[in-house]
């Protein structure tokens, strides 16, 4: 039942975008509920990113059979979180345009008192969501690698 056709990059960019699409739709349902500003808020963010990493990394391992390489499952969660956090920092552009009052965070001030832009914002997203990801796929990983896996013991 292993899917030959299904790479790490195709797997990984359709996971992301699905994943994006969760994150987009709970942003804006935060942004739109009026409690966006609120920390917590940006909790299930990390959740959803680590779900949408997680089930990418099992449908990748489920179209190759149980025989998934470590590094594919490995690349195919990087890569969910990286499509999926870019999405997601687009998306806050186009909110922080369309509903600039809900979108307080940008509001905030740095350490020399300076109003944090929204390109600011938006390389934020995208490096807290890509190290959530990478992080989520090591610990996934372990997990999901075959059962038979065996570690580098020098190298070539």
Same mark, same amino acid.
């Given at each position: 039942m292993a899917d030959a056709t299904l790479t790490p990059e195709n797997n990984g960019f359709r996971m992301g975008l699905y994943t994006a699409a969760a994150l987009v739709g709970y942003t804006l349902l935060a942004a739109v509920l009026g409690f966006f500003h609120r920390i917590e808020a940006g909790a299930l963010d990390v959740l959803i990113l680590v779900v949408g990493v997680t089930l990418a990394i099992a449908r990748y391992k489920r179209a190759k059979g149980n025989r998934m390489p470590y590094l594919q499952g490995f690349g195919t969660g990087i %890569?969910?979180?990286?499509? =999926? @956090?870019?999405?997601?920092?687009? =998306?806050? %552009?186009?909110? #922080? #345009?369309?509903?600039?009052?809900?979108?307080?965070?940008? &509001?905030? &001030?740095?350490?020399?008192?300076?109003?944090? @832009?929204?390109?600011? =914002?938006?390389?934020?997203? %995208?490096?807290?969501? #890509?190290? @959530?990801?990478?992080? #989520? @796929?090591?610990?996934?990983m372990q997990a999901f690698k075959s059962p038979d896996h065996k570690p580098m013991t020098s190298i070539e």
């Amino acid at each position: 039942m292993a899917d030959a056709t299904l790479t790490p990059e195709n797997n990984g960019f359709r996971m992301g975008l699905y994943t994006a699409a969760a994150l987009v739709g709970y942003t804006l349902l935060a942004a739109v509920l009026g409690f966006f500003h609120r920390i917590e808020a940006g909790a299930l963010d990390v959740l959803i990113l680590v779900v949408g990493v997680t089930l990418a990394i099992a449908r990748y391992k489920r179209a190759k059979g149980n025989r998934m390489p470590y590094l594919q499952g490995f690349g195919t969660g990087i %890569i969910t979180a990286m499509v =999926a @956090s870019v999405a997601l920092g687009l =998306a806050f %552009i186009v909110l #922080t #345009t369309v509903l600039p009052k809900s979108m307080d965070l940008t &509001r905030a &001030r740095d350490l020399f008192g300076f109003d944090l @832009s929204v390109v600011i =914002a938006f390389l934020a997203i %995208i490096l807290l969501g #890509t190290m @959530s990801g990478v992080i #989520t @796929s090591l610990v996934a990983m372990q997990a999901f690698k075959s059962p038979d896996h065996k570690p580098m013991t020098s190298i070539e």
